[in-house]
């Protein structure tokens, strides 16, 4: 299976290691796991893991990843350390160039040997894709239309001719006439036939109805006026007088800048949680949990780093139940 990948990003492509590349059959969207050779020194206590969402022909498969994807997908990481499997998790091969819709990056002590661990399960498990649209491509709850051929008029069965019913001579069309309806007088049928006394309704005068005399308009007076209304004035507030205080200049970092300080910060912490883990395995005191808050930006996220002592005495790789408390968010 190839280490590496091609990947393509804002146009540019580029080779990745490749870590695993997965489909989520519950919500049908495709990830790849990928480290840089650049970003992979051979002693630096940090590794950046990049989790890469796969662009594809669904546009709602190409949202970007919110904070409840993200916390998933971290999971898996975990559930890795841990030698546990993770549901719906279905690993895929191929050998195409595969488009970043959007990424996140996070760090991870090289001690915990995260990469080594995932690239096995994902040799074990991963299957070929199929090529083309599949019912995987669809998101869950979404109809699917069947797909009906169109059949050629030559092929069309002609309807049988209508077969006559025997005893009827073949011929069932109107046999009974309806009778004519403004020959009935429907008044005249309700006035009974006395001898001598016939008479026609149009003989009969009709009832008179008085009209009703129309009452009085009421008078109207035209003399009164309606007084103007006027608003009154009223004054606006006035603002109050604030004093801005002088402004020092601040000097401002680039962007790369700030990301160099936060690497460097990084690897002091893990840095310092090694040297610490063998500390507790040479004095053998009980470590204490501290929380370590670097200087970094506001809007990362930073993880307490709880120190425990390693399962093996000769080792001083992390146990699964610290492995996932590690993790920092980086910045892209």
Not at 198 to 227: F, G, H, R, V, Y
């Amino acid at each position: 299976m190839n280490d590496t990948i091609k990947l393509k990003k804002d146009g540019a492509e580029f080779d990745g290691n490749l870590i695993c590349y997965f489909q989520d059959t519950s919500n049908s969207k495709k990830y790849v796991f990928y480290t840089k050779a650049d970003e992979d020194a051979a002693n630096s206590p940090t590794l950046k893991i990049h989790v890469a969402l796969i662009n594809q022909s669904n546009a709602d498969l190409n949202m970007p990843i919110n904070d409840t994807e993200w916390d998933g997908l971290k999971a898996i990481m975990g559930n890795v350390l841990k030698s546990a499997a993770s549901p719906n998790i279905k690993y895929l091969k191929t050998n195409n160039t595969l488009e970043i819709a959007d990424e996140r990056i996070i760090g991870m002590p090289s001690s915990y040997d995260y990469v080594s661990k995932h690239k096995a399960v994902y040799a074990n498990e991963a299957q070929e894709e199929t090529g083309g649209t599949d019912e995987t491509d669809v998101p869950a709850g979404t109809s699917v239309s069947p797909i009906i051929p169109d059949v050629p008029a030559a092929d069309v069965t002609p309807a049988p001719e209508p077969v006559a019913t025997p005893g009827f001579g073949g011929n069932m069309e109107n046999t009974i006439t309806q009778p004519n309806i403004a020959d009935v007088n429907p008044i005249q049928s309700l006035i009974p036939d006395a001898p001598g006394e016939a008479q026609s309704p149009e003989d009969k005068p009709l009832p008179t109805i008085p009209e009703t005399p129309s009452a009085p308009e009421p008078a109207m007076n035209e003399n009164i006026q309606i007084p103007p209304i006027s608003s009154p004035e009223v004054e606006a507030p006035k603002e109050p007088e604030i004093n801005e205080p002088i402004k020092e200049p601040v000097s401002t970092l680039t962007e790369e800048e700030i990301n160099n300080k936060f690497d460097n910060i990084v690897n002091e912490i893990n840095a310092l949680r090694e040297e610490a883990l063998k500390m507790v395995k040479q004095t053998g005191m009980e470590p204490i949990a501290a929380t370590v808050v670097p200087n970094t930006p506001s809007d990362v996220p930073i993880t307490p780093i709880t120190p425990s002592t390693p399962a093996d005495e000769s080792s001083t790789s992390t146990t699964s139940s610290d492995a996932d408390q590690n993790w920092f968010d980086m910045p892209n």
